[in-house]
Structure formats: C-alpha cells, structure tokens
C-alpha cells in the first residue's frame, strides 16, 4: 500500500481541507448538453443547500461546468483528461451517476483513478438500479446504487457531517 493509501486507511488524510471536495462523474459522451448536466446541477444545488443548512463547508466540482464540448477548437482532449482527472484526484468523494456507465470510457478512467487512490465512489442513479454495469466498472464502486434522496442522507450522514463549522 502506498503512503498515501495507507495514510487513508489510518484516517490521518481523511481530510485533505477544511471542506468536503465533491466531484460528480458520469456518462457525457453521445448526450446533449442539457442531458449531462441536468442531473449534476440538481444534486449539486441539493448538495450545497443542505451544506449551508447544518453549517457544513462542502465544494461540488461539476466538470461539466469547465469546458463547453461544443466549441473545443482551442482545447485538446487530452487537457480535457488531465484536467477531470485532477479534479478527482482532488477530491474526497466521487459520486457517480451508474446511467449509461459502461458506455462511458472517460467516467471508468475517472472511478478507476479515484478507486486507485483510495477516494470513496458512491453510485447514483435515477431510474430503475442498472445491472449492466461491467464488473470491472462495478468494482470500482464502494457503495450500492441510491436514488437522489437516498445519496443526499448518506452524503450527510456519513461525510458533511466531518465538516461542519
């Protein structure tokens, strides 16, 4: 186990600041941009309000709020890459939306990058529970699948909590 790995699972670098990093992950490839970022910002403002409301500091990173997919002439993918995945590397959840998810090579590097350094993954979902995914994928998740209400309480109850002021 590396330094780091081991330092998470000793729960002395449980919290890398004084807030709680979130970082949303799912399928955007092949959706329009409504469709991808639609379910972000609901738990984002969800995530945030119920932040202020018990004095929690919490940061929601919503990658899809960086780079606009429809006007990429000055970017490259690889930045693009680099950038999301910073951006995990970062943070002290990853949660997931499970919709389409083995459809998605960039949200499986995503889990697989936060799965490897040891930061929790916790599956979302807005339908019906997804028994598609691939198990590799599936591997990657530390918790089942939850609908929005369910990932809210377990946000709160099992990190927020950590946070507040």
Not at 99 to 118: H, K, Q, V
Not at 134 to 149: A, D, F, K, Y
């Amino acid at each position: 186990m590396s330094c780091i790995g081991m330092k998470r699972f000793l729960g002395v670098d449980k919290m890398k600041n004084d807030k709680l990093i979130i970082y949303l992950a799912g399928k955007m490839s092949g959706l329009s941009k409504e469709e991808y970022t639609k379910w972000r910002n609901i738990i984002s403002d969800e995530l945030i309000e119920v932040a202020h409301l018990i004095g929690a500091k919490i940061q929601v990173i919503n990658p899809a709020e960086y780079f606009d997919f429809e006007k990429m002439d000055r970017h490259l993918e690889k930045e693009v890459m680099q950038f999301d995945l910073n951006m995990v590397r970062q943070s002290d959840i990853v949660i997931v939306n499970v919709g389409g998810i083995s459809e998605s090579i960039g949200t499986a590097i995503e889990l697989y990058e936060a799965n490897r350094l040891d930061i929790p993954v916790i599956a979302y979902t807005e339908g019906d529970v997804n028994n598609n995914i691939h198990p590799w994928i599936e591997n990657c998740l530390s918790t089942v699948q939850m609908n929005r209400s369910e990932l809210i309480t377990y946000i709160i109850d099992f990190y927020m909590d950590r946070y507040i002021k």
